[in-house]
């Protein structure tokens, strides 16, 4: 059987990155496994950014980033969606996950180190993150992950802990693999500079209204060859052209390219070629988004829905994981009294 888990941080608005890296890939992945694709709104996570410590923020963003992938697709009647902190049991496998990871290897993440030399005081929570977010799948026995290459260092010390759990109480625990989009990488911001991400304020919102994104594309960068509207350009070298490939269909595509390197069209035409595809990608997402604001009702009672199919494998898992460690148990030891007489 295959089970599929990963997090959503509700961390500001969804981006297309987001979009064409991660959440295309929940969709694909619930469409395929129904019930066994299980997808977190990971709050507790979101603590480790001092941001959310604005309870009203974190709040709308949690039901923003629940409201935001169910208009991107995530449909919570097929999958499993839910806030991370409405099932508690993330917190106690967390605990135990704790007291077997030596904090070598968690100073030793990536992740860890680049955030913590921006800080002067590091809070504790950001060493730990990846031992929740090993919980975070393990509690579920999720044996596939889809993640961005980024997060691979996470998913690897996730596969130690299920190993030294497993070799220190007993055979529990898949060791989970890793999965990525193929478009993971390859959504450049539209600056330019290097991957979009929202630290860097080079998105374009998946709930961002037309002109808006428009003005967004109209100045941005090109293949630096075309200086003139006659210079003939290479769209595999361009920003727009990338783009493209994400929101065109074949044959706008095959225009592009063939109207780009012979110059029979300016980097401007390009950018507005470009734009039919974007508004028919997001404009369905932005309108089911504005129905589902109008009835949050829907959303409530998706994450409710989805906190009660959660809890049903995580106290599974928690029952069997609290006998092999041996946690003390009133029922049990009424069990064995009795047995003993």
Not at 2 to 20: A, E, K, L, W
Not at 60 to 89: C, K, W, Y
Not at 197 to 210: A, C, F, P
Request: negative net charge; aromatic residues 6%.
């Amino acid at each position: 059987m295959t089970r599929v888990f990963s997090g959503i941080q509700p961390t500001g608005d969804i981006h297309i990155g987001n979009y064409f890296g991660a959440v295309q890939n929940y969709v694909k992945l619930g469409q395929q496994f129904g019930k066994d694709a299980i997808y977190c709104i990971v709050d507790l996570h979101a603590l480790t950014n001092p941001a959310a410590y604005d309870p009203a923020l974190l709040t709308q963003r949690t039901h923003e980033a629940t409201l935001v992938n169910m208009a991107a697709g995530l449909d919570p009647e097929n999958v499993i969606l839910f806030v991370q902190s409405h099932v508690r049991d993330h917190v106690e496998l967390g605990w135990i996950f704790t007291t077997l990871t030596p904090v070598g290897e968690l100073e030793r993440m990536t992740q860890y180190k680049d955030k913590a030399s921006t800080l002067e005081s590091v809070p504790a929570g950001l060493l730990m993150y990846p031992v929740l977010q090993a919980a975070d799948i393990l509690l579920y026995k999720a044996d596939t992950v889809p993640v961005g290459e980024d997060q691979e260092q996470h998913i690897e010390l996730t596969r130690e802990v299920a190993r030294r759990f497993n070799n220190t109480f007993g055979a529990t625990f898949p060791e989970p693999k890793s999965v990525h989009a193929k478009n993971a990488l390859r959504v450049p911001g539209i600056d330019g500079q290097g991957k979009m991400s929202k630290s860097k304020g080079n998105t374009i919102g998946v709930l961002e209204d037309m002109e808006s994104i428009w003005q967004k594309v109209r100045p941005a960068p090109t293949d630096p060859a075309r200086v003139r509207r006659s210079d003939p350009g290479d769209p595999d070298k361009c920003l727009i052209g990338d783009y493209h490939k994400l929101f065109s269909d074949d044959e706008t595509i095959v225009k592009v390219y063939e109207g780009c390197r012979t110059a029979g069209i300016g980097c401007v035409d390009c950018k507005k070629m470009l734009m039919p595809g974007v508004e028919r990608t997001l404009v369905p997402i932005q309108d089911r988004a504005s129905a589902l604001r109008r009835d949050s009702d829907a959303v409530r009672g998706a994450l409710e829905r989805g906190a009660n199919e959660a809890r049903a494998i995580a106290e599974r898992t928690m029952s069997e994981v609290n006998d092999k460690v041996g946690f003390y148990r009133l029922g049990r030891l009424a069990e064995t009294t009795a047995s003993t007489k």
